[in-house]
């Protein structure tokens, strides 16, 4: 066990930032596997959602139990419930900029949807769905604080989190707002507005702070361009933007567009972190669909019309904002299958070398394995058996689509359905045994073009996709040396088990098995995982995560608008 | 229907392959999207996005005669696009004006180094086409289609359905598919070729026909002891079985190392088989042979 020394680090590092009014993150502690904490989005940069804890293990995993449960309520009310009975929480304090904030259920009042990443640093935690954001002791789930944010409106599809920054917090509201906490009293530092409301921009995306910024992404659904933002964390300045999409004339990758103005329409929204490599300074993101999305004639006419940088990964020099390479993974996507699920940092061998690279297991079906220093490409396998809309791959390693596999008025049948084989669900990397787990669903739906006049299609508009079957949802392991998977195990009884995973140094993988149960599966090398452990608490929201508190370790998963914490007995 | 020579209509399948209910209770990886706002008020549920307050329709209907009379050369008469001038009703400048007043100077100044001149209208006038810019809809997104789906051929359908799809196995024109073609609208129809029931059936099938119901799946549990527990399957995980029994009796067993043996069989395996097999043309030949069952 190598606890003390990264609590002694990470106090140290909390003690400077109180002291000094936020200091940088300690890269090490970041740049390293996932230990006592739980400081960022994915617990550490690489987003490999591997701990090194190891207290709860294979031997002893059957005697996890409940340590304590918290239901939140959203909005401007008493932040605690009266679920399993202790005192009402502390009143919210409230921000944002509406007069009349919009009432939506899990923002203005109920149980909040806690689909995002929760921090743990120094033994509190901190929580948000949309529109808020919660301080709760990790050792008892008791609320120090609730801010609750008032909206304006936007999509309020989900919150994945904060980002923390010495004392600071940070993170994004629907109307498109970055918010700044003081960590001990959740009193507002200050907001920026991150997007322009009016083209119907929603923000999700957990910050992610490296160094002196912190990068901010937002979503949208409309024709609108994408962008990175980078933000100082002390001021809310705005250090640089990088649009992911050509916005004026010389642009690099504007011939792969139609016109300037389908460009400048073009989609590839940036909503969910990127992982970060101390060594090359580069934040490595993936990219959303183009838009319109399910028609290419007025924004892809030609073949070489590849709609950059739109479904693709993504390198930028965080010190610039500049873009460093770039790689493509759905060239032309008509399907809505954007890129932007977690990149995943592992140095390892590869064809007999050793190599820094990124894995990506897309939305469309297909496997990526890049050099993260360069972009070189260096595999591309299909780990989806139902994706049967690409004819063929190309040199680039590309998976190119076959056009009779596009929406078409009289309905093609294609996998994967809308929500992809995968999606934001976060995977894990296991330093172990050195394969990749991934949630794979491997659903039909009959596609219909809805409209023949590609002028009229905006956004997601003139699709109908209608599921008409499943092979079923499996946890998946993929050798990335190869591309192969090393086994699949199919989830009984359930199609969900989407909401990501985390594996241990004590040989678990923590899932949500579909059928409302957080399921702690025994790793067997190159064999299938055993199910040893579950608790049936219902629609489990987010990935688990792991920590250590006063020495004890604790699976932390939410589920139901509540934060479940389990230890062993 | 079926492909392969040999196949019986209920497959046993493994546990882990209990495919078809899997997919009938997935949970949509992505969250169901909201309505945009000019679509305005969806199930009781408030938009997003602020909705305009709607223009007087005097307006609207001068804003777009106007509008026809200079602007549509360029931008098309439904202000889409058109040969030189970009789509409006997407622009960022239009989403973001509220009653012209971002409108007016482009209007009466041009942006000449893009093409576009100036044009002598009052500030009243762009108001006008500003009011009509903002009437258009700005998507339709998941609405069902409208459009004729049939393409294929029903000779081709038929002899398919007698033939090499085998689907006589199971299924007879003047049996179960009997006046299907009256019962479900084309969509539909095509759907549950592929589904086998339940699946791709929106609430709006053609007049009062009754839901399509999805065949229960059927479990066998084995104990050690050889004795074997049968019903419709309630819920199954890799820790619990649940069924109910022929007599509506409720039980649930505990599962240890797959102890005991559980046997999940499906009516609709079939369909799940055929899901990687199918050639489009094939369920469009069906879907208009299936039509004219009347």
């Known amino acids: 066990m190598t606890r003390t020394p990264a609590l002694l680090l990470l106090t140290s590092w909390c003690l400077a930032g109180q002291s000094l009014g936020g200091q940088a993150l300690d890269s090490a502690l970041l740049a390293g596997p996932v230990t006592d904490a739980w400081p960022t989005y994915a617990g550490d940069y690489s987003q490999r959602r591997y701990s090194t804890l190891s207290e709860i293990d294979t031997a002893n995993v059957r005697h996890l139990t409940l340590a304590w449960v918290r239901r939140l309520t959203a909005g401007p009310g008493s932040g605690e419930g009266g679920f399993f009975g202790p005192p009402p929480g502390p009143p919210a304090i409230t921000g944002g900029v509406a007069e009349e904030p919009v009432t939506m259920p899990g923002s203005t009042s109920g149980p909040p949807r806690l689909s995002g990443s929760i921090l743990q640093v120094n033994g509190i935690l901190y929580v948000t769905s949309p529109d808020n954001a919660w301080a709760v002791d990790a050792l008892d789930g008791h609320i120090l604080w609730h801010y609750w944010w008032k909206s304006r409106g936007g999509t309020h599809i989900g919150n994945r989190g904060m980002a923390i920054y010495g004392d600071w917090l940070f993170f994004e509201t629907p109307d498109d707002y970055l918010v700044s906490l003081d960590a001990k009293t959740g009193a507002e530092r200050w907001h920026r507005e991150i997007a322009d409301f009016s083209q119907q921009y929603f923000s999700t995306m957990a910050p992610v702070v490296v160094g002196n910024h912190v990068l901010v992404g937002t979503g949208d659904d409309l024709d609108a361009p994408g962008f990175l933002q980078s933000f100082d964390p002390n001021t809310g300045d705005l250090q640089w933007k990088l649009y992911t999409v050509p916005m004026q004339k010389g642009d690099p990758g504007l011939e792969t567009w139609a016109s300037l103005d389908a460009a400048r329409h073009g989609g590839a929204q940036v909503w969910i972190p990127g992982s970060y490599d101390p060594a090359t300074q580069l934040y490595i993101f993936g990219t959303g669909n183009p838009t319109p999305a399910y028609t290419a004639t007025l924004r892809a006419p030609r073949d070489t019309h590849t709609n950059l940088y739109t479904c693709s990964v993504v390198a930028v020099n965080v010190n610039t904002g500049k873009m460093v390479w770039y790689y493509q993974t759905s060239p032309n996507d008509t399907h809505d299958w954007d890129a932007t699920q977690a990149p995943v940092l592992v140095d390892g061998m590869f064809a007999g070398k050793p190599r820094k690279m990124v894995l990506q297991a897309s939305r469309n079906g297909y496997f990526f394995l890049l050099d993260r220093t360069t972009g070189e490409h260096l595999l591309t396998a299909k780990y989806s058996d139902a994706a049967n809309w690409a004819d063929r791959i190309n040199a680039k390693g590309q998976p190119v689509r076959n056009p009779a596999k596009d929406n078409t008025v009289a309905g093609s049948l294609v996998s994967p359905d809308n929500g992809g084989a995968t999606n934001w669900h976060p995977p894990s990397y296991d330093l172990r045994t050195g394969l990749f787990y991934v949630v794979l669903h491997e659903v039909y739906s009959m596609y219909y073009l809805t409209d023949t006049d590609p002028r009229m299609l905006v956004g997601l508009g003139g699709s109908e996709q209608d599921d008409v079957g499943s092979l079923g949802t499996s946890i998946v392991a993929i050798d990335y040396q190869t591309g192969t998977l090393a086994w699949k195990y199919r989830l009984v009884g359930g199609g969900g088990g989407g909401s990501g995973l985390l594996t241990t140094a004590g040989g678990l993988l923590f899932a949500n098995d579909g059928s409302g149960s957080l399921v702690a599966y025994g790793l067997q090398g190159r064999k299938p995982p055993a199910p040893l452990w579950h608790a049936r608490i219902g629609s489990i929201e987010n990935a688990p995560e792991t920590y250590t508190v006063d020495g004890r370790q604790y699976v932390l998963v939410t589920a139901e608008g509540a934060v479940w914490a389990f230890a062993l007995q | ?294």
């Open chain 2, 1 to 294: 229907m079926c492909l392969r020579k040999g196949f019986r209509f209920c497959a046993l399948v493994i546990i882990a392959c209990a495919a078809s209910q899997a997919a009938a209770q997935a949970p949509a990886q992505t969250p169901p999207r909201p309505s945009p706002a000019t679509q305005g008020e969806r199930g009781g549920r408030a938009p997003d996005y602020p909705e305009r307050p709607p223009a007087p329709p005097e307006q609207v209907a001068h804003g777009q005669q106007i509008f026809r009379s200079n602007c549509s050369f360029c931008h098309g008469s439904d202000a889409r696009g058109g040969e030189k001038g970009p789509n409006l009703v997407r622009d960022q400048v239009v989403l973001r004006d509220q009653n012209g007043e971002l409108i007016t100077p482009i209007v009466q100044n041009g942006i000449l180094d893009q093409g576009m001149p100036k044009f002598a209208l009052s500030a009243a006038d762009i108001t006008d086409i500003a009011a009509w810019l903002h009437s258009q809809p700005l998507s339709d997104r998941g609405a069902p289609t409208t459009l004729d789906i049939l393409v294929g051929n029903a000779r081709d359908g038929a002899a398919y359905f007698n033939g090499a799809g085998h689907c006589t196995q199971c299924h007879s024109t003047t049996g179960d598919l009997a006046g299907v073609g009256s019962r479900y609208e084309p969509k539909t129809i095509q759907n549950l070729i592929v589904s086998g029931g339940g699946m791709g059936v929106r609430r709006r099938s053609r007049g009062s026909a009754p839901p399509v119901k999805m065949p229960p799946l059927r479990v066998t549990v084995t104990f050690p002891s050889g004795q074997r527990v049968q019903g419709e399957l309630d819920h199954v995980s890799a820790f619990i079985v649940a069924l109910r029994e022929p007599d509506g009796t409720y039980r649930s067993f505990a599962r240890h190392d797959s102890i005991p043996k559980v046997v999940v069989t499906n009516p609709l395996q079939w369909h799940i088989d055929m899901l990687p097999q199918w050639r489009d043309a094939d369920i469009h030949n069906l879907t208009a042979y299936l039509v004219t069952l009347k």
